[in-house]
């Protein structure tokens, strides 16, 4: 388990090595897997990163190039250089349960290292608090993300609007926030990424509000609808992605926005007051 903070490291050292070009669709998804198989992504040959990613291996070489180098084993020779190390194998004796969990702590561990610098969602903080209503998107995976956010967000924010189902009433409740005074939008979007979700991003943007985005990548489909995208990994070992890092980064995103709410501590004590008098909750 000693090569967990490694694998953290390579995983931001990738982010790192594909910002500022500009990437085609197929050319992110490349990026997206490489950063999910960071650890392996040295030792993966362009059939093997091909398969995984779900693109032909002509598109792994077009990548490669894109990103400056001659061709695809430059890249990887690349990625050696910078970062030596053992392929990851799977811990002896773990089962596909550890091995899931253990994929999700190295996902934690890669937020952490994204959160050394807290700008970013510092910056996420002040547009969430200062938008009266908060509109926060989420639909179909995404949509628990979207829903956990909101519960705990209406304790402190005067005005939270849940969005969790799609149709042609999406874009009416997004005119519905704007003229009611909203200024941004925050959206969870997790894969499988619904055209909808994109197609809504885009019409908020053109209504007038900033939109922050918590992905799984700082290349999924949403990331060029978005002013302001904050990544955090899903876990991919089971049947059904796993999002310990989007919902914890959730977490961080309120702490950020109660920091810019003068009156957040007032409310989360009015509430207490009034559930203890209801009995809401057992002790």
Do not use: W
Not at 65 to 85: I, Q, S
Not at 124 to 133: D, E, K, W, Y
Request: hydrophobic share 45%; glycine share 6%.
């Amino acid at each position: 388990m000693d090569e967990t903070p490694d694998a953290s490291g390579a995983a931001a050292r990738l982010q790192k090595l594909f910002e500022g070009h500009r990437l085609t669709p197929t050319q992110r998804r490349i990026a997206h897997c490489m950063v999910r198989r960071a650890a392996d992504a040295p030792f993966l040959s362009s059939v093997e990163l091909a398969e995984l990613a779900g693109v032909s291996q002509p598109s792994v070489t077009r990548f490669a190039v894109a990103l400056g180098f001659d061709g695809y084993p430059g890249l990887r020779k690349h990625l050696r250089d910078v970062a030596p190390t053992e392929r990851s194998a799977d811990q002896t004796g773990a089962n596909e349960y550890q091995q899931a969990v253990q994929a999700e702590i190295d996902n934690l561990r890669h937020l952490a290292t994204l959160l050394a610098d807290p700008e970013p969602v510092a910056r996420a903080g002040r547009l969430l608090a200062a938008s009266r209503p908060l509109p926060v998107l989420g639909l179909r995976a995404a949509s628990a993300q979207a829903a956990g956010f909101s519960y705990f967000a209406r304790k402190v924010h005067p005005d939270v609007r849940l969005l969790d189902e799609g149709g042609t009433m999406l874009a009416d409740r997004v005119d519905a926030a704007v003229a009611a005074g909203a200024s941004a939008l925050l959206c969870f979007a997790l894969p499988r990424h619904p055209r909808e979700v994109v197609a809504a991003l885009e019409y908020a943007r053109s209504a007038g509000l900033a939109v922050v985005t918590v992905a799984d990548s700082a290349f999924a489909p949403v990331a060029g609808h978005s002013d302001l995208l904050l990544p955090a990994a899903v876990g991919t070992g089971l049947a059904f992605d796993t999002a310990c890092a989007p919902m914890l980064l959730g977490r961080v995103l309120l702490e950020a926005m109660c920091d810019e709410l003068p009156d957040a501590q007032a409310r989360l004590e009015e509430f207490d007051a009034r559930a203890a008098a209801r009995g809401l909750f057992e002790d």
